[in-house]
């Protein structure tokens, strides 16, 4: 099996428990815990669990490399986390969702002055066609609810949350070419604690783990082990092998994975606009990790 390939396989499956995560940690929040508050409860028990596997890996990091983890954790821990949580509880559940996929977009723009990724055409369609199968398959959604707090400023966090996570795969791009991926994990979490624990320590305090039901207790474990831990783990070690823009694309296939997810556990059932919107996504996906044949024979 090819690297690619195996960094490919790490995106699905980071993907998938991305796609589980917006039904297993919805009940979660607000009833147990606060937005912030879980964001602490991810930093935490991710950091932790980074840390313990670093132990294992006798690896020094460059003193030059820590401002850049620094701006590593503070794109795709602080501002990421928390503008996401805080502009969904603001604005309407569509518009987040139709803001969120323009990440592959923001990452593309970011990662071509940064990094100097060519731009084909071939890819820009590719994101394009992408787009569309995903804001198809959010805006025909059966479940969607329309009252938001105040949606102009949710709006407006849920894009800097976008653009955000794009910083983060176009900066944290380089350590991934020096270090190993728990390496680069441990301390961008460890930065990150710094980050959102003034934000989120109230929330946090106030939890009652005592009285919280086992299945909720489950429900955050799964956050903290699949949605935080294996997730970003995966993420960055398909970096080492995988352009930014290309990661960035596969949150196209997050609204695929929890439509599926729903129709399994008999809360929805498939419809024609959701099949072929699932197509459209995946006939993207093709493009951008495909090469046409001009570039194949460049």
Do not use: C
Not at 2 to 9: D, V
Request: proline fraction near 3%.
């Amino acid at each position: 099996m090819s690297t690619k390939l195996k960094a490919h396989i790490a995106l699905l499956s980071a993907t998938i428990f991305y796609g589980l995560n917006f039904i297993i940690a919805k009940d979660v929040m607000p009833n147990y815990v606060g937005a912030f508050g879980f964001i602490v409860i991810r930093v935490i028990g991710a950091g932790a669990l980074f840390w313990i596997l670093g132990s294992f890996i006798k690896e020094k990091v460059d003193k030059k490399d820590f401002p850049r983890l620094a701006f590593s954790a503070l794109f795709g821990v602080g501002i990421n986390m928390m503008m996401f949580f805080k502009g969904l509880s603001l604005t309407t559940p569509i518009n987040a969702s139709i803001i969120v996929v323009s990440n592959p977009i923001i990452v593309l723009i970011i990662a071509s002055v940064m990094l100097k990724e060519k731009i084909t055409t071939r890819k820009l369609i590719g994101i394009f066609i992408g787009a569309v199968g995903a804001i198809t398959l959010i805006a025909y959604g059966k479940e969607v609810n329309l009252t938001g707090e105040n949606v102009k400023l949710g709006n407006l966090l849920i894009l800097i949350n976008a653009t955000s996570y794009a910083f983060f795969l176009v900066v944290v791009k380089p350590l991934m070419q020096k270090y190993h991926p728990i390496t680069v994990s441990k301390w961008v979490f460890f930065f990150g604690f710094f980050f959102i624990t003034p934000f989120g320590y109230t929330e946090f305090m106030e939890i009652s783990w005592s009285t919280m039901p086992i299945d909720m207790l489950l429900r955050v474990a799964y956050v903290v082990l699949f949605t935080s831990f294996f997730a970003y783990l995966l993420n960055i070690y398909a970096l080492k092998e995988i352009k930014a823009s290309t990661v960035s694309f596969y949150v196209y296939l997050q609204p695929i994975i929890a439509t599926i997810a729903s129709i399994y556990l008999g809360k929805e059932t498939l419809m024609l606009h959701e099949t072929l919107a699932a197509a459209t996504i995946f006939y993207g996906v093709y493009l951008v990790n495909t090469k046409g044949r001009k570039e194949v024979r460049s």
